[in-house]
């Protein structure tokens, strides 16, 4: 049973920087896609960032190209987005998700599973 487990959210002011963690348990994730979304209060899950497990290569959305870094760590089982020079519209709770394959997409019904998630609020 796969597991992911986020943590690292708070408050933080604007152009502050934060480092959520998304811990994956319940198999080795080779072949894998990770992703991060974000959902803000009224609207729809977006598409943040995401990482081929094995290779490592990444992609990100257009809003957060420049700010925020998607990476792991295969010792640790870890994936993590660093996200700096944060805004107001940052503001979301933010979700890790895992899917088999290494193709990546951002539509966020290709992922199979889900973290809980975990706020993040930049004020102004």
């Known amino acids: 049973q796969v597991q992911l487990v986020e943590s690292g959210g708070g408050l933080v002011q604007t152009g502050g920087s934060l480092r959520l963690s998304c811990a994956a348990s319940?198999?080795?994730?080779?072949?894998?896609?990770m992703g991060w979304f974000r959902q803000a209060p009224g609207k729809e899950r977006e598409f943040v960032a995401a990482?081929?497990?094995?290779?490592?290569?990444?992609i990100s959305a257009d809003s957060v190209k420049g700010r925020f870094t998607i990476s792991r760590d295969g010792a640790e089982n870890t994936v993590y987005l660093q996200m700096n020079s944060l805004k107001p519209e940052d503001t979301a709770v933010y979700y890790c998700?895992?899917?088999?394959?290494?193709?990546?997409?951002?539509?966020?019904?290709?992922?199979?599973?889900w973290g809980q998630g975990t706020q993040v609020t930049v004020s102004s």
């Open positions: 998700a895992a899917r088999l394959g290494v193709i990546f997409t951002t539509h966020l019904t290709r992922y199979e599973y």
């Open positions: 319940g198999r080795t994730f080779g072949g894998y896609t």
């Open positions: 990482i081929n497990w094995s290779a490592g290569n990444t």
